[in-house]
């Protein structure tokens, strides 16, 4: 701590201010970058703890942007900061279940009187522009190996199937179960009174207090004046001093004794969609097969790792570049141990690069599996007939002509294309069986493009544990044959960089005409020309969280 840079340095007794909102990203930050980062959230709250400098911390929640495992793992490490026995407050000005579950997590739980707390129950939905399409005369020739395989409904569907309804309903009574559960012990309330309080649709701040549900009903700064400065002894004339979420991540862990020892763990992330190539323009940043490979061969051939910890929260992609990521991780598996740590989500191409591990570590609601696959095209004959638009086509082969967009597939092409997508379903379902050393009859049972949460993937044999970060080094400590109680060094090799793309993105808004749209769904759906495994979009919240616009829903085609 003496020999820290002056953006570093904290003064003694000050209070750390968590302001946790938006979106959080499962990657490690650059300080120009945007968001906040789940590593660095975590990382404070455990300096924090051991940190004399810091007196207290208050923890400021947001409307948030993420995966319910990615609370659950801050709710973990608030709880590790807790047995320091320093002060903590949860602060809540607006937010629904998510945000309320995660305050809550602190004990004492402030609001401002004009707070928007809205606690009416849990929801999970599906939006379909199958009707939007035929009415423009785009047809969308969509092949899913996989009853629950549910990512091609958004463009062929007009309603939920049956088999989607099946698995979004488990979903949901997980996530149901999971927050009451929670809400419960952090409340010190009883399941029927959580229960109740949803039921109730208390909306009244007072009511909340005096139901107990929050502590008291106070404005950031009596918190502080009224609660804090008594606790930390702070004369009535003198002002708290404060730091930071984004300073206090400056902060080395090594100047507090946290990190070091003789033995290094290598840290690889893999966050956001599979392609083979690095990701541009609308599409953002993502996982490159290319790049990844690079860094996975790095740590084979690096002889100070000992082990490896594979974060992944990722909905798939390309199907080849799964592949390719899962031969290499299990050419690394088979020179030092390997383990998998699953957040939000790790499904088709993600769970694919988790199935190369010699174990698997999910959070309880992680969204897993969705073993299956899907392709296919948009015939857009109608619509080019309504606009006067034509095409000839001059071919040699049979199948040359199997991405033409101006056509509905020929019976010959119908059938190739099918057996294509089954190709890549088989190998898909018997490389997990290989994994997860299972029967293919058996693999099949939980495959068929299911999703399942990590508690039920564990029940299943798709996972080994459920637990985070910390539970994911433990057990490569284990494996490495390293002592629980020594130190290791964590060695990051997947942090994240700043690109023109991520400056731009929070303040351009972008108008895609049609055939832009077109364009960019034949290049990134895999229409036609690639397979894709990949998961359809699932979020289980609360009434708080805003329905996506018909522009939304374009720019998730996009991606």
Known sequence: MLIAWPW????????LKMKISGEITEQLQDKFQPGMSLPQICQNLIKAAHDPRIAAVIVQVEPLSCGWPKVDEICRHIEYYKQSGKPLVGYLAVGGEKEYYLACSCGDVFAPPGAYISL?????Q?????????????????????????????????????????????????VYENWLDLVNIFAGKTTAEVENLLEEGIFEIEKLHQQGWISDVKYEDQVIEEMLKAKLQIKDDKSPKYVDYRKYSRVREWTLGLSGGKADIAVLRAVGNISRQKQMGFTGSGISSDTFIEQIRQVREAKNFKAV??????????????????RELRLLAAKKPVIASMVDVAASGGYYMAMAAGVIVAERLTLTGSIGVVTGKLNLGKLYERVGFT?????RGKFAELDAEQRPFRPEEAEFFGKSAKTAYKRFRDTAALSRSMQIEKMEEVAQGRVWTGKAAAARGLVD????????VAIAKQKAGISLESKVKLVELSR?????????????????LLPRLLDELNANTGLASEIRATMDNISVEGQSS?????????????R
């Open 126 to 174: 599906a939006q379909f522009v199958g009707g939007v399409l035929e009415k423009i005369g785009v047809q969308p020739q969509i092949e899913r190996i996989g009853k629950y395989k549910s990512v091609g409904d958004l463009l062929s569907r007009k309603d939920m199937s049956d088999a989607n309804r099946e698995m979004l309903t488990a979903i949901l009574d997980d």
């Open 496 to 512: 994240s960089k700043p690109n023109i793309v991520s400056f731009l993105r929070g303040g351009l808004q972008v108008l895609v």
């Open 309 to 326: 910890v594979l974060r992944i929260d990722s909905p798939g992609g390309d199907a080849l570049a799964s592949d390719l990521m899962w």
């Open 546 to 558: 805003e329905e996506r616009t018909f522009f939304e829903l374009l720019e998730l085609l996009l």
């Open 391 to 395: 095409k000839e086509v001059i071919s």
């Open 120 to 124: 009416l129950g849990l929801k999970v």
């Open 8 to 15: 570093q340095r904290v003064k003694k007794g000050s209070i």
């Open 465 to 472: 544990t459920l637990g985070g970060f910390s539970k994911a």
